[in-house]
C-alpha cells in the first residue's frame, strides 16, 4: 500500500474525529478548565475540518472507515463505523461554518432571553446529532444520528413552551418524523432479516428490493418534509429564528436527501424508484413554490422556498444524479441561513413583526441586511456566478438531456420561475417604498448582528464556484441547443420581470380570493387536515354531551318533565277550586231525588 495514501487517510480520520471531540467540549460543566463558550467551539471545529477536507481532495474515490463492535451475534453483527469521505468532509465543513455565524447570530437575537446558555446548547447537541449522522458508516450509527435530530427538533421548535402554538408545532414536527421513521426501521428491519451486518459497505446493489426502496423513499420523505408530509416545515417557524437558520440549512430538513445520496447505490437501479423521485421531488418543488407566493410572512416564504429547493434535489436523486444534489445541499445550506438571518435581523428589528406588508424601507434603515438580502435572493434564484447557479442549472440542463417526462420538466422550470418571483416579491415588500412601521422605533445594526450574515453572504458568492472545483462530476456536461441553455435565466428573468410589473401597478381592483389561492395559501389543505377535522370532530362531541344529554335526557326527562307535569294538573285543578259547597249541594239533592222517585 501507497504510505503517502496511508498516512493521509489516518490524518484525515483523525482530525475529523479532533473536530467532532471538539464539539462535546461546550456540553461540558462550567468548572471544568476544557470549557469553551459555544462560538468559540464551533469555530475551531470548522478550522480543524477544513484539513481532512483538503487531504480528501487527493484522494476523491476512498473512503476511510474505523469499526468499532458494539454487538455480535450468529446472525447479525452491529459496529459503529466513522466514514469519512470526500462528501462527508465538505458538508462537515460547510456545517460548522454555518453554524458558526448561527450561533454569533443568537448572541444578538436571543441576548435578553432566559436560559441563552441552555438555548445554545441545545443547538450543539442538535448539531452534534447531524454530524453523526453525516459520518454514519452503518445503519446502526445513521439511526442513532437520525433520532437524535428528531428530538432536538422538537426541543428547540417548541423553546418557547408557553405559547400553545409552539407546543402544537412541535408535536407536529414529531408526529410527522415518525412517520419517516418507520422507513428507517423497515429498512433496519429487511437488513437484519437478509444481511448478516448493518454495515452500509457490506450492501450489495443489487440486493434492492421493494421493502428497502419503499423504506428509503419514506424516511427520505419523512425527514426532507416531501409533498403531503410538508405540512409540519411551516409550522417550525414558531421556533426562535436561530432555529430555523439551523434546521433548514443543514441539518434535519436536508438529513433525508443526505441519506438518498449515501444509500443512492441501492435504488439507482430500480426504475420505479428513479420515476417516484422525480414525480415526488417536481410537486413539492412546484407547489412549494406557488405556496409560497401566497405567503405574508417571511419566515414562511423562506420555509416554503427550502421545500422547492428539496424538491428540486430530490429531482436530481431521480435523474441518476446524487453528486448534483449533494452540490445543491453545499451550495444551498449558506444561502438559506444567510436569508433566515436577514429575516431575523428584520423581526427582531422591527419588534417581532413578521408580515412583509407591514414593513418597508429597510435598505434605509438596515443597509448591510437588506444588500444581503438581495445577494442571497439572487444566489437563490440562479443568478448566473452565484452560489446556486453552479448546482441548480446543471440539474435542470441535465433533466434537459434525460428520457424524463415532459410534465416534470415544465412543473421544474415553473418552479424555478417562481422562486425568482416569491423571491422578487419578498424584496419588494420589505426593502422599497415607504416605512410601514412605527417611526419612533430605533434600528441600528451591530457586529453581532451583521458579521454572521457578511460571512455566509461572502460564502453564498463563492461556494459555487469552489464546490464545483472540487466535487468531480459523473458524467460529461450535457449537449444542448441554445435556447435550452439560456431556459434556466429567461425563466428567472420572466419571474421577475413580471412580479415587478404586477408589484408596481398603480391602481388595480383586488378580485375576491378563489379556490386556488385559499388552497396555496393553507398549505395544502392545512386546515382541513389539521384544524377543520378534529373541530367538527369536537363540536359534534360537544353538542353531543351538551344538548342531547344534558339538555334533552336529563332535563326534559327530569326537571322539565316533573314541570310540565304538575303544570298540567295544576291547570285540571285550578277550576274546581273554591266549588266544594256547591258539588256538596248538587250531590245531597241529587241523592234526595232519587229517593224521592223511588219511594213515590
Known amino acids: 500500500m501507497n504510505p503517502t495514501l496511508t498516512l493521509d487517510t ?10 467532532t471531540l471538539v464539539l462535546f467540549t461546550s456540553l461540558l460543566q462550567k468548572n471544568t478548565k476544557f470549557n469553551l463558550s459555544p462560538e468559540t467551539t464551533v469555530m475551531t471545529s470548522f478550522i480543524i475540518s477544513i484539513i481532512p477536507t483538503m487531504l480528501s481532495l487527493k484522494h476523491t474515490p476512498n473512503s476511510t472507515s474505523i469499526n468499532l463492535t458494539m454487538m455480535q451475534a450468529s446472525t447479525l453483527n452491529i459496529h459503529s463505523t466513522l466514514s469519512t469521505n470526500l ?4 458538508f462537515l465543513s460547510v456545517a460548522l461554518f454555518v453554524t458558526w455565524a448561527i450561533m454569533q447570530f443568537s448572541s444578538w437575537y436571543m441576548k435578553d432571553a432566559p436560559k441563552m446558555k441552555l438555548f445554545k446548547k441545545y443547538l450543539m447537541a442538535f448539531l452534534i446529532a447531524m454530524v453523526i449522522l453525516m459520518l454514519a458508516g452503518s445503519m446502526m450509527q445513521l439511526f442513532i444520528g437520525w433520532e437524535g435530530v428528531g428530538i432536538m427538533s422538537f426541543l428547540l421548535i417548541n423553546w418557547w413552551y408557553a405559547r400553545t402554538y409552539a407546543n402544537s408545532s412541535a408535536m407536529q414536527a414529531m408526529t410527522y418524523n415518525r412517520i419517516g421513521d418507520i422507513g428507517i426501521i423497515l429498512i433496519l428491519a ?8 448493518w454495515d452500509m459497505q457490506c450492501m450489495d446493489p443489487n440486493m434492492s428490493t421493494m421493502a428497502l ?30 432555529v430555523s437558520a439551523l434546521l433548514h440549512s443543514s441539518t434535519m430538513v436536508v438529513a433525508g436527501i443526505y441519506l438518498l445520496i449515501q444509500m443512492h447505490h441501492l435504488i439507482k437501479n430500480s426504475y420505479t424508484s428513479m420515476n417516484t423521485c422525480l414525480w415526488l421531488g417536481a410537486t413539492t418543488s412546484l407547489y412549494a413554490s406557488m405556496t409560497a407566493l401566497c405567503q405574508n410572512d417571511l419566515k414562511k416564504i423562506i420555509a416554503m422556498s427550502t421545500l422547492s429547493q428539496l424538491g428540486l ?13 449533494f452540490m445543491h445541499i453545499s451550495t444551498h445550506a449558506s444561502t438559506k441561513a444567510a436569508l433566515f438571518l436577514c429575516a431575523g435581523s428584520f423581526i427582531h428589528n422591527l419588534q417581532n413583526e413578521q408580515d412583509i406588508r407591514k414593513m418597508g424601507n429597510m435598505k434605509s434603515m ?39 417526462n415532459t410534465w416534470i420538466m415544465i412543473m421544474v422550470m415553473t418552479a424555478t420561475a417562481m422562486t425568482s418571483a416569491y423571491s422578487m416579491r419578498m424584496i419588494y415588500y420589505t426593502l422599497t417604498k415607504y416605512n410601514r412601521n412605527n417611526p419612533t422605533m430605533t434600528i441600528k445594526e451591530t457586529t453581532n448582528q451583521i458579521n454572521p450574515i457578511i460571512r455566509l453572504t461572502a ?16 458524467t460529461s456536461d450535457p449537449t444542448l441547443p441554445t435556447t435550452m441553455k439560456l431556459t434556466p435565466m429567461l425563466a428567472m428573468l420572466t419571474g421577475i420581470y413580471f412580479t415587478i410589473e404586477i408589484l408596481n401597478k398603480s391602481t388595480y381592483t383586488q378580485k375576491q380570493k378563489n379556490l386556488m389561492f385559499i388552497l396555496l395559501n393553507q398549505l395544502a389543505f392545512f386546515k382541513i387536515t389539521h384544524r377543520w377535522t378534529p373541530k367538527t370532530t369536537l363540536k359534534m362531541g360537544t353538542m353531543i354531551a351538551t344538548q342531547l344529554v344534558d339538555l334533552l335526557w336529563l332535563e326534559k326527562t327530569g326537571p322539565k318533565t316533573i314541570t310540565l307535569m304538575n303544570k298540567n294538573t295544576s291547570k285540571l285543578t285550578n277550576p274546581l277550586t273554591g266549588l266544594m259547597k256547591l258539588y256538596l249541594s248538587a250531590t245531597v239533592i241529587t241523592t234526595m231525588l232519587a229517593l224521592f222517585m223511588t219511594h213515590f
Open 313 to 325: 434535489m430530490m429531482v436530481a436523486i431521480g435523474l441518476n444524479q446524487p453528486n448534483l444534489s
Open 87 to 90: 462528501n462527508s468532509n465538505l
Open 459 to 474: 460564502l453564498s458568492i463563492l461556494a459555487g464556484t469552489m464546490i464545483s472545483i472540487i466535487l468531480t462530476q459523473t
Open 190 to 197: 429487511w437488513l437484519a432479516t437478509n444481511q448478516t451486518s
Open 366 to 404: 438596515l443597509p448591510i441586511t437588506s444588500t444581503c438580502l438581495v445577494i442571497t435572493s439572487l444566489a437563490l434564484m440562479g443568478m448566473p456566478f452565484l452560489s446556486c447557479f453552479y448546482s441548480k442549472d446543471p440539474i435542470i440542463e441535465t433533466a434537459y438531456a434525460s428520457k424524463m
Open 10 to 19: 489516518t490524518m484525515i480520520s483523525t482530525l475529523t474525529i479532533l473536530s
Open 213 to 242: 426502496t419503499i423504506g428509503l423513499i419514506l424516511a427520505a420523505a419523512g425527514k426532507s418534509a416531501q409533498f403531503f408530509m410538508h405540512m409540519w416545515l411551516p409550522s417550525a417557524m414558531e421556533g426562535p429564528t436561530p
